[in-house]
C-alpha cells in the first residue's frame, strides 16, 4: 500500500506529473547509471517526451525539470529559484553536470525532444532516456510512465507486475485495504476511525513519532504556501498574462473584519486555494495533495478548519491528513489521480473528494459518513475535463481549485446530515470515475486539444 507521505509529497509547481515526475525519473535514471559505474562513461543524454508530456511540456515546465532531474536536484528539497537558475545556466552555457559531479555537453534543441508522434503507450505520461558514449555507442535506454502524483513506473515495471499487483518490497500493513467496503470493514471490527487505521498502517513502516512529524510537516508546508501565496502579486508565468489576485483580495477580506463571518466563508476558502495555485502555476515550493494541479483544495480546507492563523493545530491537522490520504490511496489502487488518464476529475474530483473526507472527520463524522462525504465529494466532478489554456496551469486550474474547496465543504456537510446508507457507494464512485476516464476522449485529457484550451486565445 502507498504511504500517506508518498501521497503528500513536497515538491515544485506547476505539475505533479510533468514536473516532479519527469525530475525524479531524470535522476533515477542516473543513479542506476552511477549505480552499474557507467556515469563517467555518458558522453550524451538525449531525453524524449510523449504524449501527454509532449503536448503540454513546455507550459507544464517538464523540459526544464527534466535538466533539474539530469543535475541530480531533488524536488522535495530544492530551494525553487535556485532549480530554475540551474535549468537556466544548462541553457546559456550548453554544459550540464549529471548528478552535480560529471560535466558533458547538452544541447537542449536536440538532447531535449517534444515527440508529439510518439506513442507512450503504457501510460499517456511517456519519457524515454538515452545515454550515448563517447563513440556515439548507446549504453543504457528506459522507458519510464509519470503515472500522477510525482509517482512513476519503467516499462519493465508495468510490464511485469509483482505478483497481484501488490508492492514486493517493504513491510506488509497491519490493516491492509483496497476498496471502501474493505476499509469500513476494518473501522468495524476494530472499532477504529479512518485516520486511526491510517496511523496503524504508517506505523509499520516507521516510528508513529516519525510518521506524526512527516504530517506535521505537510501541514506547515501547505499553510507556508498559502502565506507565500498571499504575499506576492504581478503576472504569472507565459504568455497568458494572468495576473495574481490571492494578495488584493485577502487585503480586502483583512480591511472588512466586521463582514458577517458566515456570509464570507466563501471568500477564506476560493482565497487560499487560489493564494496555493498561483504559487504552483509559479513553480513555487506545494504540497502535491494528491497532484500539482488540485494543490489547492486540501490546503484550503487545512487553513480554515485545522489551523490558528498560519499554525496547524497538530491534532485535527493530523486526523485531517490521515483521513484524507485514506481516501486518495483507494483513488490511486482504484483508478488513477493522472489528469493524463482521468482528465480533472482524478485531479480536482479526488482531491475534493479527499478533502471531503478529511474534514466530515474532524467534524465527528462516522466512517461511514466519511465515506459518504468523499462519494459526495467526488460524484459532483464526474465527467471534469482536462483542458489547460496554452498548455498553463493557470486557466481554468486556479479558479476550479477554489470552486473544489467550497464543494468539499458542502459534501461533508450533506454526508453529516445522511440518516442512511447512501445509495452510490464511494467504490462504485471510484469505479465511474475510472470508466468515465477511459471514455473521455484525450483531447480532454491534458493535451490542450481540446475544450477552453482551442476555444480561448492563449496570447
Known amino acids: 500500500m502507498i504511504s ?53 511540456g513546455l507550459g507544464h515546465g517538464t523540459p526544464d525539470a ?22 537556466a545556466q544548462v541553457r546559456a552555457t550548453g554544459q550540464i553536470a549529471l548528478l552535480g559531479r560529471h560535466a558533458i555537453a547538452f544541447d537542449p534543441t536536440t538532447d531535449l525532444i517534444l515527440d508529439f508522434d510518439g506513442i507512450a503507450d503504457l501510460h499517456p505520461n511517456g519519457m524515454i532516456l538515452t545515454a550515448f558514449g563517447g563513440s556515439g555507442e548507446e549504453i543504457a535506454t528506459q522507458q519510464y510512465f509519470s503515472t500522477g502524483g510525482g509517482f512513476f513506473s519503467s516499462r519493465h515495471q508495468l510490464e511485469h507486475p509483482a505478483p497481484d499487483d501488490q508492492v514486493t518490497r517493504g513491510t506488509r500493513p497491519p490493516l491492509p485495504f483496497g476498496s471502501g467496503a474493505q476499509l469500513l470493514d476494518i473501522c468495524a471490527t476494530n472499532r477504529l476511525d479512518i485516520a486511526k487505521v491510517m496511523l496503524a498502517n504508517e506505523t509499520a513502516r516507521r516510528p508513529e513519532a516519525e510518521t506524526l512529524a512527516g504530517l506535521d510537516a505537510i501541514a506547515d508546508a501547505m499553510n507556508a504556501c498559502i502565506d507565500q501565496g498571499l504575499s506576492r502579486d504581478g503576472l504569472l508565468p507565459g504568455d497568458l498574462k494572468v495576473r495574481r489576485r490571492a494578495r488584493s483580495i485577502h487585503q480586502r477580506l483583512i480591511a472588512r473584519p466586521q463582514d458577517n463571518q458566515a456570509e464570507t466563508l466563501m471568500d477564506w476558502l476560493n482565497l487560499y486555494a487560489m493564494a496555493v495555485n498561483e504559487e504552483n502555476a509559479s513553480g513555487g515550493r ?99 475535463t482536462c483542458d489547460p489554456v496554452g498548455g498553463l496551469v493557470q486557466i481554468p486550474c486556479i479558479e476550479r481549485n477554489a470552486i ?8 461533508a456537510k450533506l454526508a453529516l446530515h445522511e440518516g442512511e446508507m447512501p445509495r452510490v457507494s464511494l467504490d462504485q464512485v471510484i469505479e465511474t470515475m475510472r470508466q468515465t476516464g477511459l471514455d473521455m476522449s484525450s483531447k480532454y485529457k491534458e493535451t490542450s486539444q481540446g475544450g477552453l484550451a482551442i476555444n480561448v486565445v492563449a496570447c
Request: hydrophobic share 45%; glycine share 12%.
Open 4 to 56: 500517506a507521505l508518498d501521497l503528500f509529497r513536497i515538491g515544485l509547481g506547476p505539475s505533479s506529473s510533468h514536473t516532479v515526475g519527469p525530475m525524479r525519473i531524470a535522476a533515477r535514471f542516473l543513479h542506476g547509471m552511477d549505480q552499474a559505474g557507467n556515469l563517467e562513461t555518458i558522453a550524451r543524454v538525449v531525453v524524449r517526451l510523449q504524449g501527454s508530456l509532449a503536448f503540454t
Open 66 to 87: 527534466c535538466l533539474m532531474g539530469l543535475i541530480g536536484l531533488r524536488p522535495e528539497t530544492v530551494d525553487p529559484e535556485a532549480a530554475h537558475a540551474a535549468a
Open 286 to 384: 506545494v504540497v502535491t495533495a494528491p497532484t500539482n494541479g488540485a494543490a489547492g483544495i486540501i490546503p484550503s480546507l487545512l487553513r480554515q478548519y485545522c489551523s490558528d492563523g498560519s499554525r496547524a493545530i497538530r491534532a485535527k491537522a493530523r486526523r485531517y491528513l490521515l483521513t484524507a490520504a485514506g481516501i486518495g490511496l483507494l483513488y490511486k489502487q482504484r483508478a488513477s489521480i493522472s489528469g493524463a488518464e482521468m482528465g480533472c476529475q482524478g485531479e480536482v474530483g479526488v482531491a475534493c473528494s479527499m478533502a471531503a473526507a478529511g474534514l466530515a472527520a474532524i467534524w465527528g463524522g462516522t466512517p461511514e459518513q466519511v465515506c459518504a462525504a468523499a462519494e459526495i465529494g467526488m460524484e459532483h466532478n464526474l465527467g471534469l
Open 404 to 411: 473544489a474547496a467550497v464543494k468539499a465543504v458542502n459534501a
